[in-house]
Every structure is written in C-alpha cells, then in structure tokens.
C-alpha cells in the first residue's frame, strides 16, 4: 500500500469539506471509532499486562477533559509545528506531500479532541499555546531541513508515548479510550515514517522503531524523550527469557510510556515564555 494512503486510513484528506463534516461529525465519530474496535485493540494486549495497570475509579468528567486537554495541546504543538514548516518552504519538495498529509492528520486530531472536550463532555478545550520551536535560539528548524526532520522524529516519538502513558488514566471512559486508541496508532504511523525517512537520507541510521532508549544522531536535549525505552519486562515478565531475542529486538517490540510530567518537561522547551 502507498505509504500517504496508509496514513490516510486513519484521518480523512481535511481538504475536502465531505471529509470533513464526517470525520469532525461527533455522531459518525463515534460510530466510527466504536467498541468493536476499542475491543479488537485490547484483544491484542496480553492479559497479565491488563492485569497490571493499575484499578482506577470510575473516571470523572473533570479528570477526563483534563486528559483530553493535556493530549490536545500536544496535537496544536504538531500541527503548528507542521503547518509553520510548509510555510516556511524549508520541507524539500519531494517530501512536502508527506508533511501535508502528517500536518492535516494532526489538524484533524486538534478538531476531533476539541469536539470531544467542549460538545460532548461540555468542559473547555485548552488554547492553542505560543510555541518556540528555535527553543531560544537553539535549533532553527524552518531554514535547515535536518532540523526539522530531528525535531520532527522527536516530536512524534514523544506523542506515541505520551498517549501511551494516559491509558490507564481513561480506561474507564469508552469514548476517552477510543480517542485515545486511535490517535496513538496514527502518531506511531507518522514516528515511523519519520524516522525511515531521515535514514534514507543518510542524516540517522535508526529504524522504523526504537532501539533501547538510542537517540541516534538526534541532539542531546532529546534524551528525555527515549529515557527507559531499554525496559525487557513487561508484565513482571523478563521477555528476553521467553524468547531467543537480544534486548535490543525486545524493546523495540514495545513503547514506553511517557507520564504526564514526563511529557510537559520536554514540551516545555519549546513553549514561548
């Protein structure tokens, strides 16, 4: 399958306005994004992991759009992020289609999130910030392509885990979940690509997945972003021992989950003060 195409199974092309009344549609949303879905998802979870998590009482609405606001102001930093780079024409115009592509997935993300939180939990979904992207000075990822392309590899790997960390936080909620599900595996498609891209621009050696916490030839102020993805046990279990794998192939097998904090730390470097 083209590669666009397969990003674009998850998120509708945003240019068209048919698309975008039925993905923005929260009654099509949830139809789409249903519990057959969420149940295929977990099915796939190996049931000591499940047993894991810890039990949390049933989820309050103010916790839930807490959630949903922390996850949307990671979506307005991609998109922005994205959306100032195209502009900025520092994309190679090779790859521009791909960054589109990457670039409405996250709008549609913002107004998906932004629909769940204000009309359909009735809280208020959290202003775009003003974002930094030089960090000060630091990188200048709008005039040098493989600036952008590091910042960007961070930034998905980031979201992945990100979402991963607020599972068990929203498990309660089929609707919060099932957001929350779905925009994960899209974020994880966008790492990937990502990062087989810098590759085959000769600028990383990485791979589709991570290797250890190895933050490759990104900059040293990324390490946060790859911190405890070494991890071979899951579930209590030491996955090294169950199979004829190295540690490094067992961590790439899983990703790590990134808290709240964790993710508002390295979020933070690149918020206007």
């Known amino acids: 399958m083209n590669l666009i195409k397969l990003l674009d199974t998850m998120c509708p092309d945003t240019n068209s306005a048919e698309d975008k009344d039925r993905f923005y549609s929260r009654r099509d949303a949830f139809r789409q994004f249903g519990d057959f879905g969420k149940k295929i998802a977990l099915a796939a979870v190996p049931l000591s992991v499940l047993s894991s998590i810890p039990h949390i009482a049933k989820a309050d609405t103010a916790s839930l759009i807490g959630v949903l606001n922390f996850a949307l102001t990671l979506e307005h930093l991609e998109y922005r992020y994205y959306e100032m780079a195209l502009t900025s024409n520092v994309i190679a115009s090779a790859d521009r289609v791909?960054?589109?592509?990457?670039?409405?997935?996250?709008?549609?993300?913002?107004?998906?999130?932004?629909?769940?939180?204000?009309?359909?939990?009735?809280?208020?979904p959290v202003a775009e910030p003003k974002f930094d992207f030089t960090a000060k000075g630091n990188f200048q990822p709008f005039s040098d392509y493989p600036t952008f392309l590091a910042l960007a590899q961070a930034f998905e790997d980031t979201g992945v885990r990100a979402y991963k960390g607020q599972a068990a936080n929203v498990k309660e909620s089929d609707v919060v979940l099932t957001a929350a599900l779905s925009i994960h595996s899209v974020e994880a498609r966008h790492a990937s690509m990502v990062r087989r891209l810098r590759t085959k621009k000769g600028l990383?050696?990485?791979?589709?997945?991570?290797?250890?916490?190895?933050?490759?030839?990104?900059?040293?102020?990324?390490?946060?972003?790859?911190?405890?993805?070494?991890?071979?046990?899951?579930?209590g279990v030491n996955v090294v021992n169950l199979t004829s794998l190295d540690a490094g192939a067992v961590s790439e097998a899983w990703d790590e989950p990134l808290n709240a904090n964790q993710v508002l730390g390295i979020a933070s470097l690149f918020l206007a003060s």
Do not use: C
């Open 204 to 235: 990383d050696t990485v791979k589709g997945w991570i290797t250890n916490a190895s933050i490759g030839t990104l900059p040293a102020a990324t390490t946060p972003i790859y911190a405890g993805e070494e991890n071979i046990m899951q579930g």
């Open 98 to 124: 791909i960054f589109q592509k990457i670039r409405d997935h996250e709008l549609a993300h913002v107004k998906f999130l932004q629909e769940v939180i204000g009309n359909v939990l009735k809280g208020t």
